[in-house]
């Protein structure tokens, strides 16, 4: 019975799916890598037929016209980010096609490269410019300028990509090599491009003079002049930005919500950033704007819903989590709705809080636009992670009103429920229970408080006292994690150290103990860099057993601290048997 109501519950669920979506073309050889950023759709020649954009990871910009390539394009770099605005208003002009990758925005106008603009350089620290040419004039030596690099580095000062291809170069020749090729050559911080967005200058509306809006990682956000030759407005922001988000006009009021790689969602107001930061559950994954409201896709399979200003509205609980978000427009209808990629292959469709639709595409997605494609005004773009590209249409009878389906009971509340019957025992309870019911509820609730704070009294004792494989600190906002990996007899004990604070946290060094009897670790000292709040610092400790029965023992862990003689955190592993002694 339950099976067949189960059975009901999905031919519903995908007839429904199949009244919203109709299959238009599928290509499993195309061959494209390329995330959401990098697909875009426009009507590049004026004609009122949109084409298809894709940046794709082999440095490619490709553009597809119908089900054939019309055009492909060599970039320099692998693309990030790919936007189409109008720089000059005209009735009737082609759009121009920005491309992000690396360093530069490379413009197209007519599908040929156009312009070129290059981010601002950064300001390079004195110290590391002396350091540069103290070895470069051959008055230190290498590992001497090398030891002074990683410090900056650890200390939390930005270094150039030159000191980081230093740091990497492990072979002495190879780095003498190294600095006699970047010798008289000015020493520059050049940063990346990681997302891109249009902001529209004077009108709302289709063909409108625009402006590029670029985030590095350098944690800036510029908003270039319309024809893309330099920056008129730039904002520091205290993160990396991933994703963005813009709303208004740049003439009149604007907004620019970014979603950073530290967990936080910082908004932009008018060129100043305003108000407190969004600090997220997990890291996010995604983000779209629809009407005021601010959607992101977290990593942690949730789809947290703000108000444009930052209040939070509600939150999607999804069953697998998402890999790739999109908004879902019909201006002729005034319909909007948000479209979902999922890592189990599914593209879901929200209005709001009600999921409207669902579909199995069979693999999971990594890129997802919808659009105008071709003379068609709803279709929906698709890249598959084996290279494959679908397109779907909207059917254009389709009911995307939450109101017209509302979210009902669950299928399984009508399978009936195998109740037995009533014996004598059950009769004689339920009296019990209608006669003695004040004094059972006052037993269980003394019963449950004392339970409550015995369990309470015991995990203090153990965090506290480091006793676990978990421990805490109350003074720092430290938190440490031991595992132990292996059958043996060789062992890798990883340790996980989060700073949970909201400063940063510095001159630390983790050490364990052992029974030199019974293992032998390859290095029991490390030194911890620099702690950021909200990022978890993984460690690998390798370590062998060279008891011959294969013995067994406890493994302690202690992170110590410049500024106190006590160590300030500590914890226990407890070692398995050895393969060994599973073996004899």
Avoid at 90 to 118: C, D, E, H, Q
Avoid at 332 to 340: E, I, Y
Avoid at 384 to 400: P, V
Wanted: glycine share 8%.
């Amino acid at each position: 019975m339950a099976e067949e109501v189960m059975a009901a519950h999905r031919e519903r669920e995908d007839k429904k799916s199949k009244k919203v979506w109709l299959h238009a073309w599928h290509d499993p050889v195309a061959g494209i890598k390329a995330f959401t950023p990098c697909v875009r759709l426009a009507d590049l020649s004026g004609d009122g037929d949109s084409k298809l954009l894709v940046g794709t990871a082999d440095k490619r910009l490709k553009i597809y016209k119908g089900t054939n390539l019309l055009s492909e394009n060599v970039l320099l770099d692998a693309p990030v980010a790919i936007c189409t605005f109008n720089s000059d208003g005209k009735k009737g002009s082609s759009p121009s096609v920005a491309v992000g990758a690396g360093a530069y925005v490379f413009i197209y106008r007519n599908l040929r490269p156009y312009y070129k603009f290059t981010l601002p350089l950064l300001e390079v620290s004195t110290r590391e410019v002396a350091l540069w040419k103290e070895l470069t004039s051959r008055q230190r030596s290498i590992d001497e300028v090398r030891e002074e690099l990683a410090n900056m580095r650890d200390g939390g000062s930005a270094i150039s990509s030159r000191s980081q291809d230093l740091l990497g170069i492990d072979d002495p020749h190879e780095a003498t090599r190294f600095i006699d090729d970047v010798k008289g050559k000015p020493l520059v911080r050049q940063t990346v491009v990681t997302c891109m967005e249009v902001l529209r200058k004077d009108m709302d509306e289709e063909g409108s003079i625009s402006m590029l809006v670029v985030g590095t990682e350098a944690g800036q956000v510029h908003i270039l002049e319309p024809s893309g030759t330099r920056a008129n407005v730039s904002v520091q922001l205290p993160a990396t930005p991933a994703f963005m988000a813009v709303t208004g006009l740049y003439t009149v009021e604007y907004r620019i919500v970014c979603a950073c790689r530290d967990g936080h969602v910082y908004s932009i107001k008018n060129g100043e950033q305003t108000g407190a930061a969004i600090e997220l559950e997990a890291m996010p994954c995604g983000l779209v704007r629809i009407d005021k409201t601010i959607l992101v896709a977290c990593m942690s399979s949730v789809v947290n819903a703000f108000h444009i200003k930052g209040k939070k509205l509600y939150s999607l609980f999804l069953p697998s989590p998402a890999v790739c978000i999109e908004q879902l427009e019909l201006q002729k209808r005034a319909a909007r709705a948000l479209l979902l990629g999922l890592a189990n292959g599914e593209l879901r469709c929200y209005q709001e809080k009600h999921l409207i639709a669902t579909l199995q595409l069979g693999e999971t997605l990594t890129g997802l636009r919808f659009g105008p494609y071709g003379r068609e005004e709803s279709s929906l773009i698709c890249i598959g992670e084996s290279g494959s590209i679908t397109i779907k249409m909207l059917q254009r009878q389709a009911d995307l009103d939450s109101a017209a389906n509302p979210v009902g009971p669950p299928p399984e509340q009508d399978v009936p429920l195998s109740i037995p019957k009533k014996t004598k025992l059950y009769v004689e309870q339920t009296q019990r229970e209608r006669e003695q019911a004040t004094d059972m509820h006052r037993i269980f609730q003394r019963d449950l408080c004392k339970l409550r704070l015995s369990t309470a009294r015991s995990y203090v004792k153990i965090i506290t006292d480091g006793q676990g494989p978990v421990s805490y600190t109350s003074g720092s906002s430290l938190r440490l994690t031991a595992q132990v990996q292996g059958l043996g007899p060789a062992f890798k004990v990883k340790l996980s150290l989060q700073n949970t604070g909201r400063k940063v946290v510095t001159d630390m060094v983790a050490t364990l103990t052992y029974n030199a009897m019974l293992y032998r670790l390859k290095q029991s000292l490390f030194k911890i860099p620099l702690l950021v709040p909200g990022v978890m610092l993984r460690l690998d400790a390798e370590l062998e057993c060279v008891d011959e029965n294969g013995g067994a023992d406890t493994i302690r862990v202690f992170v110590c601290s410049a500024k106190s003689s006590m160590p300030i955190l500590s914890a226990v592993v407890n070692m398995p048997m050895s393969e060994t002694l599973l073996n004899g």
